[in-house]
């Protein structure tokens, strides 16, 4: 059974940093594609971040690049997003799910960041 358990989020001031973790199970991790997806108040799901974790190649959003990155613990088999000068439109619930953007077939059960002061 593929598992995603995803922690770390809070709330921190504009300009902090926060590091997400998605602990994954149930899957070959080391050979797999994984995401981060955000879900903002009202709004629908944007996709931030995808890894293809067997040749450790990372894509961003352009709202995110330079700010966050993402990067893969495969002897924990985690997933981690490290973000940086964090802003107020950055508040969402943030999910990490298997497989590529827009191709995802397992979600994690999200975890809140807000960003305010």
């Known amino acids: 059974e593929v598992q995603l358990v995803e922690s770390g989020g809070g709330l921190v001031q504009p300009g902090g940093s926060l590091r997400l973790s998605c602990a994954a199970s149930g899957f070959n991790f080391s050979n797999s594609v994984m995401s981060w997806v955000r879900q903002a108040p009202g709004k629908g799901t944007e996709w931030v971040s995808s890894i293809y974790n067997y040749i450790s190649n990372s894509y961003y959003s352009d709202s995110v690049k330079g700010r966050f990155t993402i990067s893969t613990d495969n002897a924990k088999n985690t997933l981690y997003l490290q973000m940086n000068s964090l802003k107020s439109e950055d508040t969402a619930v943030y999910y990490c799910?298997?497989?590529?953007?827009?191709?995802?077939?397992?979600w994690g059960q999200g975890t809140q960041v807000t960003v305010s002061s």
């Open positions: 799910a298997k497989g590529a953007r827009n191709e995802y077939d397992y």
